[in-house]
Antibody
Framework: QVQLKETGPDLVQLTQTLSITCTVSGFSLTTYNVHWVRQPPGKGLEWMGAMWNGGGTDYNSAFKSRLSISRDTSKSQVFLKMNSLQTDDTAKYFC???????WGQGVMVTVSS | DVVMTQTPVSLSLAIGQPASISCKSSQSLVHSDGKTYLSWILQRPGQSPKRLIYLVSKLDSGVPDRFSGSGSETEFTLKISRVEAEDLGVYYCWQATHFPLTFGSGTKLEIK
Protein backbone atom coordinates (compact mmCIF):
# COMPACT_ATOMS: atom_id res chain seq x y z
CA GLN A 1 0.00 0.00 0.00
CA VAL A 2 0.99 3.63 -0.40
CA GLN A 3 3.14 4.96 2.42
CA LEU A 4 5.24 8.07 2.97
CA LYS A 5 7.57 8.47 5.93
CA GLU A 6 9.57 11.53 6.92
CA THR A 7 12.85 11.28 8.78
CA GLY A 8 14.87 14.17 10.06
CA PRO A 9 16.25 15.94 13.12
CA ASP A 10 14.16 16.93 16.12
CA LEU A 11 16.26 20.01 16.73
CA VAL A 12 18.10 22.39 14.44
CA GLN A 13 20.17 25.38 15.49
CA LEU A 14 19.23 28.90 14.50
CA THR A 15 20.57 29.89 11.03
CA GLN A 16 21.50 26.29 10.24
CA THR A 17 20.17 24.04 7.47
CA LEU A 18 17.27 21.61 7.80
CA SER A 19 17.39 18.32 5.91
CA ILE A 20 14.43 15.94 5.84
CA THR A 21 14.02 12.74 3.85
CA CYS A 22 10.69 11.38 2.66
CA THR A 23 10.85 7.67 1.89
CA VAL A 24 7.92 6.38 -0.11
CA SER A 25 6.61 2.92 -0.84
CA GLY A 26 3.76 1.51 -2.87
CA PHE A 27 4.31 3.85 -5.79
CA SER A 28 7.00 5.22 -8.06
CA LEU A 29 8.35 8.77 -7.87
CA THR A 30 8.53 8.76 -11.66
CA THR A 31 4.76 8.32 -11.84
CA TYR A 32 3.43 10.43 -8.97
CA ASN A 33 4.19 13.84 -7.49
CA VAL A 34 5.27 14.44 -3.90
CA HIS A 35 4.63 17.66 -2.01
CA TRP A 36 6.00 19.18 1.18
CA VAL A 37 3.64 20.89 3.62
CA ARG A 38 4.44 22.27 7.06
CA GLN A 39 2.38 23.09 10.15
CA PRO A 40 3.65 25.26 13.01
CA PRO A 41 2.46 24.12 16.45
CA GLY A 42 -1.23 24.88 16.89
CA LYS A 43 -1.47 26.56 13.50
CA GLY A 44 -2.59 25.80 9.96
CA LEU A 45 -1.02 24.18 6.94
CA GLU A 46 1.42 25.80 4.52
CA TRP A 47 2.43 24.36 1.15
CA MET A 48 6.16 24.54 0.63
CA GLY A 49 6.79 22.94 -2.73
CA ALA A 50 6.59 19.90 -4.93
CA MET A 51 8.72 17.35 -6.71
CA TRP A 52 6.98 16.48 -9.94
CA ASN A 53 7.05 12.99 -11.41
CA GLY A 54 9.09 14.25 -14.34
CA GLY A 55 11.81 15.53 -12.03
CA GLY A 56 10.92 19.22 -12.02
CA THR A 57 10.15 21.22 -8.93
CA ASP A 58 7.96 24.11 -7.86
CA TYR A 59 8.37 26.20 -4.73
CA ASN A 60 6.26 28.55 -2.69
CA SER A 61 7.87 31.95 -3.18
CA ALA A 62 7.37 32.56 0.54
CA PHE A 63 10.50 30.51 1.04
CA LYS A 64 12.40 32.52 -1.55
CA SER A 65 15.70 30.83 -2.29
CA ARG A 66 15.98 29.06 1.07
CA LEU A 67 14.27 25.88 -0.06
CA SER A 68 15.47 23.03 -2.24
CA ILE A 69 13.66 19.81 -3.10
CA SER A 70 15.38 16.88 -4.81
CA ARG A 71 14.98 13.14 -5.17
CA ASP A 72 16.68 9.81 -5.60
CA THR A 73 14.30 7.64 -7.58
CA SER A 74 16.42 4.51 -7.07
CA LYS A 75 15.88 4.84 -3.31
CA SER A 76 12.30 6.13 -3.56
CA GLN A 77 13.29 9.18 -1.59
CA VAL A 78 12.47 12.86 -1.81
CA PHE A 79 14.60 15.38 0.04
CA LEU A 80 13.80 18.76 1.53
CA LYS A 81 16.58 21.17 2.40
CA MET A 82 15.99 24.61 3.81
CA ASN A 83 18.70 26.95 4.99
CA SER A 84 18.92 29.99 7.25
CA LEU A 85 16.42 28.56 9.71
CA GLN A 86 14.65 30.90 12.10
CA THR A 87 12.52 30.18 15.15
CA ASP A 88 9.34 30.57 13.12
CA ASP A 89 10.43 27.60 11.01
CA THR A 90 9.60 25.43 14.03
CA ALA A 91 6.89 23.15 12.65
CA LYS A 92 5.81 19.65 11.76
CA TYR A 93 6.95 18.91 8.21
CA PHE A 94 4.89 16.55 6.10
CA CYS A 95 5.49 14.95 2.74
CA UNK A 96 2.35 14.03 0.90
CA UNK A 97 0.93 12.71 -2.31
CA UNK A 98 -1.66 15.44 -2.29
CA UNK A 99 -3.29 14.42 -5.54
CA UNK A 100 -4.44 11.15 -4.00
CA UNK A 101 -4.79 12.26 -0.39
CA UNK A 102 -1.86 10.37 1.11
CA TRP A 103 0.16 12.04 3.88
CA GLY A 104 3.15 10.97 5.90
CA GLN A 105 3.10 11.06 9.69
CA GLY A 106 5.23 14.20 9.71
CA VAL A 107 8.39 15.10 11.58
CA MET A 108 8.40 17.78 14.25
CA VAL A 109 11.37 20.10 13.95
CA THR A 110 12.26 22.69 16.56
CA VAL A 111 14.62 25.54 15.71
CA SER A 112 16.61 26.48 18.76
CA SER A 113 18.88 29.36 19.57
CA ASP B 1 -1.76 34.03 -3.63
CA VAL B 2 -5.31 32.68 -3.43
CA VAL B 3 -6.73 33.31 0.03
CA MET B 4 -9.03 30.62 1.37
CA THR B 5 -11.43 31.93 4.02
CA GLN B 6 -13.17 29.38 6.19
CA THR B 7 -16.10 29.97 8.50
CA PRO B 8 -16.90 29.35 11.23
CA VAL B 9 -13.63 29.13 13.11
CA SER B 10 -15.13 26.55 15.44
CA LEU B 11 -18.25 24.46 15.87
CA SER B 12 -19.56 22.71 18.95
CA LEU B 13 -22.23 20.19 18.09
CA ALA B 14 -23.99 17.27 19.69
CA ILE B 15 -23.88 13.86 18.09
CA GLY B 16 -26.56 13.58 15.45
CA GLN B 17 -26.66 17.29 14.61
CA PRO B 18 -25.83 18.54 11.12
CA ALA B 19 -22.71 20.60 10.41
CA SER B 20 -21.87 23.06 7.68
CA ILE B 21 -18.50 24.67 6.94
CA SER B 22 -18.01 27.41 4.38
CA CYS B 23 -14.86 28.01 2.33
CA LYS B 24 -14.52 31.05 0.09
CA SER B 25 -11.62 31.67 -2.26
CA SER B 26 -10.29 35.05 -3.36
CA GLN B 27 -10.24 33.88 -6.99
CA SER B 28 -12.21 31.41 -9.06
CA LEU B 29 -10.90 27.88 -8.57
CA VAL B 30 -11.92 26.73 -12.04
CA HIS B 31 -8.74 25.54 -13.74
CA SER B 32 -8.07 26.06 -17.44
CA ASP B 33 -8.72 22.33 -17.84
CA GLY B 34 -12.27 22.90 -16.62
CA LYS B 35 -11.83 21.14 -13.29
CA THR B 36 -12.12 22.76 -9.87
CA TYR B 37 -9.31 21.61 -7.60
CA LEU B 38 -10.93 22.18 -4.22
CA SER B 39 -10.50 19.54 -1.52
CA TRP B 40 -11.46 19.07 2.11
CA ILE B 41 -9.29 17.34 4.69
CA LEU B 42 -9.79 16.44 8.34
CA GLN B 43 -6.98 16.51 10.86
CA ARG B 44 -7.89 14.61 14.00
CA PRO B 45 -5.95 15.50 17.17
CA GLY B 46 -2.37 14.30 16.94
CA GLN B 47 -2.84 12.82 13.48
CA SER B 48 -1.88 13.63 9.92
CA PRO B 49 -4.56 15.14 7.69
CA LYS B 50 -6.92 12.78 5.92
CA ARG B 51 -8.60 13.76 2.70
CA LEU B 52 -12.37 13.52 2.68
CA ILE B 53 -13.43 15.19 -0.55
CA TYR B 54 -11.70 16.21 -3.79
CA LEU B 55 -12.80 18.04 -6.93
CA VAL B 56 -15.43 19.85 -4.83
CA SER B 57 -17.79 16.92 -4.29
CA LYS B 58 -16.08 13.56 -4.84
CA LEU B 59 -15.87 11.45 -1.69
CA ASP B 60 -12.67 9.58 -1.02
CA SER B 61 -12.91 5.83 -0.64
CA GLY B 62 -14.02 4.84 2.83
CA VAL B 63 -15.42 8.27 3.73
CA PRO B 64 -18.95 7.95 5.13
CA ASP B 65 -21.70 9.31 2.91
CA ARG B 66 -22.83 11.62 5.70
CA PHE B 67 -20.11 13.89 4.33
CA SER B 68 -20.84 15.93 1.23
CA GLY B 69 -19.21 18.77 -0.64
CA SER B 70 -20.68 21.37 -2.94
CA GLY B 71 -20.00 24.72 -4.51
CA SER B 72 -18.47 26.38 -7.52
CA GLU B 73 -16.15 29.20 -8.57
CA THR B 74 -15.33 30.86 -5.26
CA GLU B 75 -17.81 29.47 -2.74
CA PHE B 76 -17.74 25.96 -1.34
CA THR B 77 -19.39 24.07 1.49
CA LEU B 78 -18.67 20.92 3.43
CA LYS B 79 -21.69 19.36 5.12
CA ILE B 80 -22.00 16.56 7.62
CA SER B 81 -25.58 15.31 7.74
CA ARG B 82 -25.29 13.87 11.27
CA VAL B 83 -22.17 14.44 13.33
CA GLU B 84 -20.57 11.43 14.99
CA ALA B 85 -17.93 11.31 17.71
CA GLU B 86 -15.18 10.35 15.25
CA ASP B 87 -15.76 13.55 13.27
CA LEU B 88 -14.01 15.75 15.82
CA GLY B 89 -10.92 17.59 14.65
CA VAL B 90 -9.96 20.45 12.38
CA TYR B 91 -11.34 20.66 8.86
CA TYR B 92 -9.38 22.46 6.16
CA CYS B 93 -10.28 23.34 2.61
CA TRP B 94 -7.44 23.73 0.15
CA GLN B 95 -6.98 24.56 -3.49
CA ALA B 96 -4.64 23.23 -6.14
CA THR B 97 -5.86 25.31 -9.08
CA HIS B 98 -3.37 28.14 -8.60
CA PHE B 99 0.22 28.23 -7.39
CA PRO B 100 1.11 28.33 -4.62
CA LEU B 101 -1.33 25.76 -3.30
CA THR B 102 -3.13 27.29 -0.35
CA PHE B 103 -5.13 26.08 2.62
CA GLY B 104 -7.93 27.61 4.63
CA SER B 105 -7.22 28.46 8.24
CA GLY B 106 -9.31 25.58 9.53
CA THR B 107 -12.59 24.93 11.34
CA LYS B 108 -12.41 23.10 14.64
CA LEU B 109 -15.29 20.73 15.28
CA GLU B 110 -15.90 19.83 18.91
CA ILE B 111 -18.43 17.32 20.12
CA LYS B 112 -20.68 18.45 22.96
Amino acid sequence: QVQLKETGPDLVQLTQTLSITCTVSGFSLTTYNVHWVRQPPGKGLEWMGAMWNGGGTDYNSAFKSRLSISRDTSKSQVFLKMNSLQTDDTAKYFCARLGAGYWGQGVMVTVSS
Amino acid sequence: DVVMTQTPVSLSLAIGQPASISCKSSQSLVHSDGKTYLSWILQRPGQSPKRLIYLVSKLDSGVPDRFSGSGSETEFTLKISRVEAEDLGVYYCWQATHFPLTFGSGTKLEIK
